[in-house]
């Protein structure tokens, strides 16, 4: 996808789907004598179905209670009772896509308040309206650009000095090393400052706030400060200290600045998101405002692209021909060349190495060679389609909604499952089998954003505003590990679903540098 095109055309496209639906939901008259709720059952009172819910996503193959589910009801959609409330389950790819085009409209996304409290209320996440959309773009020019040479350098040298750091010969938790490279990277991107003393203080708290959220809080928990969720609220208040010390010098910074209109050097080097945060808006946001847009940034990239990188190693490792076709001289078949659009015939089919070859040993990747890694975007987006890290998002109905022979009550909670439709036979061919070749037949896969059945980053209004630099980071990273190192499991490792989607043991591999490699 290209990076300065793709956003705003989505945008567009997501903003006439959004007009077609206020017609489609509120404009039409609704038969409400016939409607009625989507089937299903709510299960044991009080908890409903959750505990099933719960222990089908703590299984390797959490699919059959939606598998279950659909088969019995005999519909994409239907009526279950998780978490304390009923929900309305989708997973119907037409009715998501409503669902994402509508937001701000027929439906708002709806976090539980343990969420909310420890996002900050001026979180992008829950900003609402005229204020949510002037913040989305600009996150999305910010974020979406990452071609812009000095964000790009930054993700070379980061990720490369993370490796330095292993030995030759190193067992280490991949997931904790991306778990690190992606915390440094985020703070680089935000407030332009290097790992050191500052972040390791910072990552200290941060990695207490994060485990917050996936804590079960009980009522008064915030008043307890023993507990998970109780520490999260004191770790939160650190970062948001450290956040808006650095926010604040930058305010006087600025000042400054403008009497004294320093060298243009020093300006290209803190054009990062803070410095878009004091221009925007003739400089009106408050600190605290600024404050909780940059903690939300840093919650919402961290697990995510973390896994996604660790993930993507675990699939490539257990699918030894994709490995390969990443990595070293690989021979086609000529009709196979065919189907694989955009590689050029009459040079060697392995992406990485020759990229390597074509650079020399010590270049920092360009913008023009994240361009040229086409199987990597294959491996990718297989990744994403089966991990599901985000497997779904909630919405809540502001307005009784139509859908086929269903009206959703005004209020309902509605949760529109992504690996629902990612998993489903009827749109991908063995679709629980992880097969990166799937997407180079792109006349196959070609209409499978816009018709909603893919959709790893969400969609419409709330569309990740992370999608391209979470893509980025993680080919970057793919190149310097397969360019440099060989590697097995240290142990076995199992993915697992619940709080969120990552391996249990967080992927320990034994690592060796490879002999001609740089280091
Ligand atoms: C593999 C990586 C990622 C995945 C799968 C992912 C997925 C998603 C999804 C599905 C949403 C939509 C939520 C909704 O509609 O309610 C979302 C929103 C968001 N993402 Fe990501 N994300 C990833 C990486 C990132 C990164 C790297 C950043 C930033 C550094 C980021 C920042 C955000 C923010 C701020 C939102 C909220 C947007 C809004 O509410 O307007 N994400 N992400
Ligand atoms: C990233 O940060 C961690 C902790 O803050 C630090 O230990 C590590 O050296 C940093 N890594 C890189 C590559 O700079
Ligand atoms: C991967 O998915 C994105 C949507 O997230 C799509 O635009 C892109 O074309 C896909 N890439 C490939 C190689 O199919």
Same mark, same amino acid.
């Given at each position: 996808m290209d990076a300065s095109g793709a956003p705003p055309l989505l945008?567009?496209?997501?903003?006439?789907?959004?007009?077609?639906?206020?017609?489609?939901?509120?404009?039409?008259?609704?038969? !409400? @004598?016939? %409607?009625?709720?989507?089937?299903? +059952?709510?299960? #044991?009172?009080?908890? *409903?179905?959750?505990?099933?819910?719960?222990?089908?996503?703590?299984?390797?193959?959490?699919?059959?209670?939606?598998?279950?589910?659909?088969?019995?009801?005999?519909?994409?959609v239907f009526t279950t009772h998780v978490f304390g409330e009923r929900t309305v389950f989708s997973a119907d790819p037409a009715f998501n896509r409503l669902l994402l085009a509508a937001e701000g409209r027929a439906v708002d996304c709806s976090y539980p308040s343990s969420i909310t409290t420890l996002l900050g209320p001026h979180s992008l996440l829950?900003? !609402? @309206?005229? %204020?949510?959309?002037?913040?989305? +773009?600009?996150? #999305?020019?910010?974020? *979406?650009?990452?071609?812009?040479?000095?964000?790009?350098?930054?993700?070379?040298?980061l990720i490369l000095a993370t490796m330095r750091d292993w030995e030759p010969a190193a067992t280490v938790r991949l997931l904790d090393e991306a778990k690190k490279v992606t915390f440094n990277l985020t703070v680089k991107q935000l407030v332009s400052i290097d790992p050191g003393p500052w972040t390791e203080s910072v990552r200290r708290e941060y990695v207490k706030l994060i485990?917050?959220?996936?804590?079960?809080?009980?009522?008064?928990?915030?008043?307890?400060?023993?507990?998970?969720?109780?520490?999260?609220?004191?770790?939160?208040?650190?970062?948001?200290?450290?956040?808006?010390?650095?926010?604040?010098?930058?305010?006087?910074?600025?000042?400054?600045?403008?009497?004294?209109?320093?060298?243009?050097?020093?300006?290209?080097?803190?054009?990062?998101?803070?410095?878009?945060?004091l221009e925007a808006e003739d400089g009106s946001f408050s600190v605290e405002e600024m404050v909780d847009f940059c903690l939300s940034l840093l919650v919402a990239g961290y697990e995510t692209t973390s896994v996604l990188m660790t993930l993507a190693v675990k699939f490539l490792t257990e699918t030894p021909t994709a490995l390969a076709q990443l990595k070293v001289p690989y021979s086609f078949p000529v009709l196979y060349l065919e189907v694989c659009q955009g590689y050029p015939t009459n040079q060697p089919k392995e992406e990485h190495e020759n990229i390597r070859d074509i650079k020399g040993k010590n270049q920092p990747l360009e913008w023009s060679d994240y361009k040229s890694m086409p199987f990597t975007q294959c491996v990718i987006n297989e990744t994403l389609r089966v991990a599901n890290l985000i497997s779904g998002v909630f919405r809540r109905a502001n307005t009784d909604i139509q859908f086929k022979d269903y009206i959703i009550p005004k209020g309902c909670k509605i949760f529109a499952s992504f690996r629902a439709v990612h998993l489903n036979t009827e749109h991908y061919e063995n679709a629980r089998t992880f097969d990166p070749w799937r997407w180079q037949s792109k006349n196959k896969l070609q209409n499978a954003v816009g018709a909603s059945l893919f959709t790893p980053f969400g969609g419409g209004p709330r569309l990740c505003p992370g999608y391209e630099l979470a893509r980025v980071v993680v080919s970057v990273f793919l190149h310097h590990l397969v360019t440099r190192f060989s590697w097995e499991e240290a142990e076995e490792d199992r993915i697992v679903f619940f709080p969120t989607t990552r391996t249990l043991k967080g992927y320990p591999i034994n690592l060796r540098r490879r002999p001609n490699s740089v280091a």
């Open positions: 945008l567009a496209a997501a903003a006439f789907a959004a007009a077609a639906l206020v017609w489609l939901f509120v404009a039409r008259p609704s038969r !409400r @004598g016939s %409607a009625r709720l989507p089937p299903g +059952s709510t299960g #044991l009172p009080l908890i *409903g179905e959750t505990l099933r819910l719960i222990s089908a996503y703590k299984t390797p193959n959490p699919e059959p209670f939606i598998d279950e589910r659909v088969a019995r009801h005999g519909s994409g829950l900003t !609402r @309206g005229p %204020a949510h959309k002037r913040l989305h +773009s600009l996150t #999305l020019t910010r974020l *979406g650009r990452p071609a812009s040479p000095p964000l790009l350098a930054h993700i070379d040298r485990d917050g959220f996936f804590s079960i809080p009980f009522p008064f928990a915030h008043l307890l400060p023993f507990t998970t969720y109780g520490q999260a609220l004191k770790a939160r208040k650190k970062v948001a200290g450290a956040l808006r010390e650095v926010i604040s010098r930058r305010m006087d910074e600025k000042l400054v600045d403008r009497a004294a209109d320093s060298g243009e050097d020093e300006k290209i080097e803190k054009k990062d998101m803070v410095q878009e945060l």
